[in-house]
């Protein structure tokens, strides 16, 4: 079953940009993932600023560009993962939390994990 | 519920772990079947354990950490696991001591290709070889097996301790292959994904859901081969294959599970998702191979279909000359059948047949009913009904499947 892991964060937090460490460990993560079949798909996102949301309200759709700063939480980055149970993809977003509680001291955040419908 | 720790999240950490703890170990005590037994050691600990502990912050490293301390307490036992350490010893050059056991450093690749190269040995069957790679490769337990192969765990758990004792007589965890044989035992790595993959694919038998399981089994271990090897082409080819036929499970049956053929399946429900992955996958087999290797080739044919967005705009003419490839690499009689078929679409059912009566004769088609029903088809387009339909009848005697029988005589008795 595939599930999507979707990283998030507030961006408004002071800390900085993530630490060299983070994206060496971030890397390791995913070399793991390609050599025990778990990572189907990845990527990092940009900061807010250099995005857009699009929206469909009492029939209007407006477009407002980033950086979105009334949101509490944002997404970061994402991976699709192919696992055997609910639980193995838990226990992949623990470890994602893992490694930044190493290596990006002071970061908070959470990584929700989402069942992909498969037809 | 998800916090506190759960029987089904240390058996989560297991299937994540199990194959590289597995693998890690064979390298260190060289024998697949104490490899194993010390693996199980680890996961007994851990299920006593972290229930009380909770699940340790590097999971994989404390199951290894386990998996060691007891091999170190074999190794102080055990006339015959001195052997193999002195044999270890000798094959390094110098006396291992326990702080080199123990602190053996990891080197996952080479482990995990090293442990499929073992469970795909030559003095395996090829059903031993498919059981030991699900168990120890992709981590499944014997039950899980035993659903796959619609069979029962003591016949699995017979097979695996019978395979187990065949690759300890031939030795087979001690040798490290050469070039030259490296890459005959990758050959046989692939055959043995994509053999899984078919058993899956090709179901017939059984409760139909339970199959889809060794497809997705099949994928994982294509996925983490491409991390391993990741320069050898038909790795990447057969990844592309399995990854494009996916693309089609949902399509390839009708709601009362009657088979739909490719060319009138509903190309709407062919899966993007799988198909984009087949096709990256195909990209990168042709870009680092010079010749593209038979896997690489039927992706290369999956690739055409996929491409066309309906069943006439297929190109033909390049399926042909794939087939023709392929043909010439497998030596294989029934590909040739298959490029008669394309041949016919490509330039008319003549070119098909001329194909045709050069194989009549050969003996591996003999009993081959697709021969024949291929005959007929070409036969039947050229207006040549009566020979089409004698074509047809033939074909319907031959084959075992009983939907495809009526479907054959049912194109017998349309044609007039």
């Known amino acids: ?119 | 519920m998800t916090d506190g720790t759960t029987q089904e999240a240390i058996e989560a950490v297991w299937r994540l772990e199990s194959t590289r703890l597995i693998a890690g170990l064979v390298r260190i005590v060289r024998d697949v079947g104490l490899a194993e037994d010390l693996a199980q050691d680890a996961l007994v600990a851990a299920l006593q354990q972290w229930p009380t502990s909770g699940v340790p912050d590097n999971p994989g490293a404390w199951l290894m950490t386990i998996a060691k301390r007891r091999a170190v307490d074999q190794f102080r036992r055990s006339d015959r696991r001195d052997q193999i350490y002195a044999a270890m010893a000798r094959e390094q050059g110098s006396e291992m001591s326990e702080e080199d056991f123990l602190g053996a450093v990891d080197h996952v690749e080479d482990d995990v290709l090293r442990l499929m190269f073992v469970c795909c040995h030559p003095a395996l069957t090829s059903e031993a070889q498919c059981t030991l790679t699900l168990k120890l490769v992709g981590g499944l337990t014997t039950r899980e097996i035993a659903r796959a192969y619609l069979t029962t765990e003591a016949t699995v758990a017979q097979r695996v301790v019978r395979a187990k004792r065949t690759l300890a007589d031939a030795g087979a965890a001690l040798e490290e292959p050469s070039e030259a044989e490296r890459a005959e035992r990758l050959t046989a790595v692939l055959g043995v994904i994509y053999l899984l993959y078919n058993e899956g694919y090709s179901a017939t038998a059984g409760s139909e859901w339970l199959r889809p399981a060794l497809c997705d089994e099949a994928l994982r271990l294509g996925r983490i081969l491409t991390a391993l090897a990741p320069r050898d082409p038909e790795v990447h080819g057969l990844s592309a294959l399995m990854e494009l036929q996916s693309s089609r499970i949902a399509a390839r049956t009708a709601a009362d599970g009657s088979p739909i053929l490719l060319l009138d399946q509903d190309r709407s429900r062919w899966d993007p998702v799988h198909i984009a992955r087949g096709l990256s996958a195909l990209d990168r087999a042709m870009t680092s191979a010079i010749d593209l290797g038979p896997y690489a080739l039927q992706a290369a044919i999956a690739a055409c279909h996929v491409r066309a967005e309906t069943a006439e705009a297929t190109d033909w003419v390049r399926i042909a000359e794939l087939y023709e490839q392929l043909a010439r690499l497998t030596g294989s009689p029934v590909v040739e059948v298959n490029r008669a078929v394309a041949l016919g679409m490509a330039y008319g059912p003549e070119a098909g047949l001329e194909l045709l009566d050069q194989l009549a004769g050969l003996p591996a088609l003999q009993g081959y009913h697709l021969l024949p029903s291929v005959r007929g088809d070409l036969l039947a387009k050229l207006g040549r009904h009566d020979e089409a339909k004698a074509e047809f009848a033939r074909a319907a005697n031959m084959t075992q499947n009983e939907r495809e029988r009526s479907l054959l005589l049912d194109r017998a008795s349309e044609t007039s």
């Open chain 1, 1 to 119: 079953m595939r599930f999507m892991a979707l990283l998030k964060f507030d961006e408004s937090l002071p800390g900085g940009p993530p630490p060299p460490e983070l994206f060496q460990a971030m890397g390791e993560y995913a070399a793991e993932g390609a050599r025990n079949g778990t990572l189907v798909d990845q990527g990092g996102l940009l900061p807010s600023a250099a995005g857009a949301i699009v929206s469909l309200v009492d029939g209007t759709i407006k477009a407002v560009d980033g950086p979105f700063t009334e949101a509490k939480e944002l997404v970061g980055g994402y991976a699709v993962i192919e696992v055997r149970s609910k639980a193995e993809a838990v226990e992949l977003a623990k470890r994602l939390m893992q490694i930044h509680k190493d290596h990006w001291p002071g970061w908070q955040g959470s990584c929700e994990v989402r069942q992909l419908g498969e037809s």
